[in-house]
């Protein structure tokens, strides 16, 4: 399982590697602290999106996480990030997650898009068998996108995480197999259509 940063492209949204050159914009996109609500730690701010950066960066050259810039198709505005992280070469499985969209740009086919391209390079080009999510339990949006895009709900890990607050974080894990993968993908291009 080669992941090496590669571009993924669709109609609404691409996906370029993340660098050091989107800092700027991602700070700028960052800027509304409702974006952080669920995250345990929040990016929002120059100094903090570039310490974010730079994590994902270094993780990446450790083999952690493959990021991504996701950038408007039409504007080529870079409006929010996510990533491959989890990565388990030897279980040929990944998680997609780290999402996160300026507000103008979540509930639109933007979010569905990322979903599909990141599924079909997991799928059919990495070769992976399970790509999974996780959530905090509380955030019933990102359930609801979840079950949307055809993932299974797994189960709750009780105070899986402690937030930037304190609060314990009980996280929802959701997957996607190699054997769903058709079903996914053929009601993923409906959505699209």
Not at 8 to 15: C, D, E, I, S, T
Not at 167 to 184: C, E, G, K, M, T
Request: proline letters at 4%.
């Amino acid at each position: 399982m080669k992941l090496d940063p590669v571009t993924l492209a669709g109609r609404h949204v691409r996906l370029e590697p993340l660098g050091l050159q989107h800092i700027d914009a991602l700070a700028e996109a960052g800027t509304d602290p409702a974006i952080w609500t669920w995250y345990p730690q929040s990016a929002q701010g120059p100094e903090r999106t570039r310490a974010w950066v730079q994590q994902a960066l270094d993780w990446q050259a450790n083999g952690l996480v493959l990021p991504f810039a996701q950038i408007d198709a039409a504007s080529g505005r870079v409006i929010g990030s996510t990533r491959f992280a989890a990565i388990e070469a030897a279980h040929r499985r990944a998680e997609i997650g780290w999402t996160w969209l300026t507000p103008a740009f979540q509930r639109t086919a933007v979010n569905t898009e990322s979903k599909y391209l990141m599924l079909r390079h997991a799928f059919e080009t990495l070769g992976l068998i399970r790509v999974e999510f996780k959530t905090d339990s509380g955030n019933q949006a990102s359930r609801r996108a979840l079950a949307r895009i055809g993932a299974t709900e797994e189960g709750i890990f009780r105070n899986h995480m402690i937030m930037e607050s304190g609060r314990l974080r009980h996280s929802v894990y959701f997957s996607i197999i190699d054997s769903d993968w058709p079903a996914v993908k053929a009601g993923l291009e409906r959505k699209l259509a």
